[in-house]
């Protein structure tokens, strides 16, 4: 048994840095993608239900292959969360993104972006000094900015994480919780934080109008987020079904590919250069 323990070791160990050896190259081959200017951010929009107007965008990170095609942020995300690159690659998606709203702004279009940050990023200690540089720099204003963070960010020491939204909110940007109804949601998060907007899970919508649980449940969640004063956002609206739902249950924003697929800075502005024009 002592014997087969050791092999056993042997095996972990040669393993375990084959596994750190990977992992490595993998990491510095974003970091390569950073400083060679590969990734690129689209924009999806959102619908303000009442407007019937685009009132803002999410920015979405996507890597672009050697060989031209775009990868995904599914497939890159969550290493560069284990080895922090997330921390460098979320600064620039941030300057980016905010850069990108201010244009649109001084052209005329009175829209806010929607940044994701991941949880690491936000636990970096001068993540609000990161924050309110962007905002310095960009020039936008602080509420045309939304941070979208996910419950799990949360879960763990939630008495440093208010302090942070705390700080966040002194600045005058926005805070919503991602994907909504899939986590953690111990409710009683939802009242000591200060959250400004819920984002319905798409996987909610997506059962809308087929199965009553779903139904009832998106209803429940928009009464929650009304109560509480919280903006609702419902994520994945792709069909006019799942969209006249919505709007009759006084949700606030819509977004998905109904409304809008991401798309390159240019031709996301398209749908907002009818507006001005008008
Ligand atoms: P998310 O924040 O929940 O973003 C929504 C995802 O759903 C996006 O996928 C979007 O393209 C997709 N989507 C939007 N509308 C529809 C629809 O109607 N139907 C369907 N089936 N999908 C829709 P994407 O761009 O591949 O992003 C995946 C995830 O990667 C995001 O989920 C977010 O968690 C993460 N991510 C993206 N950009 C960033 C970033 O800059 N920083 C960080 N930390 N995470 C990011
Ligand atoms: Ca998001
Ligand atoms: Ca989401
Ligand atoms: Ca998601």
Same mark, same amino acid.
């Given at each position: ?18 596994? %750190? =050896?990977? !992992?490595?190259?993998?990491? *510095?081959? @974003?970091?390569?993608?950073?400083? $060679?200017?590969?990734?690129? #951010? ?101 509420? %045309? =900015?939304? !941070?979208?963070?996910?419950? *799990?960010? @949360?879960?763990?020491?939630?008495? $440093?994480?208010?302090?942070? #939204? ?101 031709? %996301? ?10």
């Amino acid at each position: 048994a002592k014997q087969g323990g050791r092999n056993q070791v042997c095996f972990f160990t040669r393993e375990m840095n084959r596994e %750190a =050896l990977d !992992l490595l190259q993998l990491d *510095s081959s @974003l970091r390569n993608a950073l400083q $060679a200017g590969d990734f690129e #951010l689209h924009y999806q929009p959102k619908l303000q239900c009442g407007r019937g107007a685009v009132c803002g965008f999410e920015a979405l990170l996507r890597m672009r292959a050697a060989d031209g095609s775009l990868v995904p942020p599914d497939r890159f995300i969550g290493l560069a969360e284990r080895t922090g690159t997330i921390v460098s690659i979320g600064q620039w998606v941030m300057l980016e993104a905010c850069t990108q709203a201010q244009r649109w702004r001084e052209a005329g279009h009175d829209i806010s972006i929607a940044v994701n940050v991941s949880a690491r990023q936000f636990r970096v200690g001068n993540f609000v000094d990161e924050v309110a540089g962007v905002l310095a720099r960009s020039g936008l204003p602080a509420d %045309a =900015l939304e !941070l979208e963070l996910t419950e *799990s960010l @949360l879960v763990e020491d939630p008495e $440093a994480m208010v302090e942070k #939204l705390k700080a966040l909110k002194a600045l005058g940007v926005h805070i919503a919780l991602d994907d909504f109804g899939t986590g953690y949601s111990s409710l009683g998060y939802l009242a000591r934080f200060p959250i400004d907007a819920l984002k319905i899970d798409r996987s909610f919508v997506a059962h809308l109008g087929r199965d009553t649980h779903s139904t009832q449940l998106i209803s429940a969640i928009i009464d929650l987020g009304r109560r509480l004063r919280m903006r609702l956002v419902a994520e994945g609206v792709e069909t006019p079904t799942q969209r006249e739902f919505l709007e009759r249950a006084h949700c606030d924003e819509l977004q998905g590919f109904l409304i809008g697929r991401p798309l390159p800075a240019e031709e %996301a502005a398209r749908c907002l250069s009818a507006a001005v024009s008008a």
